[in-house]
Nanobody, 121 residues
Framework: QVHLVESGGGLVQPGGSLRLSCAASGSIFDINYMGWYRQAPGNQRELVAVINSGGTTNYADPVKGRFTIARANAKNTVVLQMNRVTPEDTAVYYC???????????????WGQGTQVTVAL
């Protein structure tokens, strides 16, 4: 069984910074990509940023230049550094990972439980 656990959410003022972390645990053979998605009330879940095992990143347009995604492969961890946040960044942020696990190994997509980020004065 594979688990993703997020941490680092909370309340931050506009223009401030926040750092989210997601750690994958379990009988993991490899992780092909890890990413962050978010869902604001009344909206669909949307991509924020993803990074693959080679370090290639992809960002949603609203966060380009403000957010940075990075991986620590040895720890099966992905972090999202959020800078210059705005109220529009308020959402539940979910970690996602394409994990190779099991015998025989196969890739499945996993999700964390989500962490709330609120940007307000």
């Amino acid at each position: 069984q594979v688990h993703l656990v997020e941490s680092g959410g909370g309340l931050v003022q506009p223009g401030g910074s926040l750092r989210l972390s997601c750690a994958a645990s379990g009988s993991i053979f490899d992780i092909n990509y890890m990413g962050w998605y978010r869902q604001a009330p009344g909206n669909q879940r949307e991509l924020v940023a993803v990074i693959n095992s080679g370090g290639t990143t992809n960002y949603a347009d609203p966060v380009k230049g403000r957010f940075t995604i990075a991986r620590a492969n040895a720890k099966n961890t992905v972090v999202l550094q959020m800078n210059r946040v705005t109220p529009e960044d308020t959402a539940v942020y979910y970690c996602s990972a394409a994990v190779v696990a099991g015998i025989p190994p196969r890739e499945d997509n996993y999700w964390g439980q989500g962490t709330q980020v609120t940007v307000a004065l």
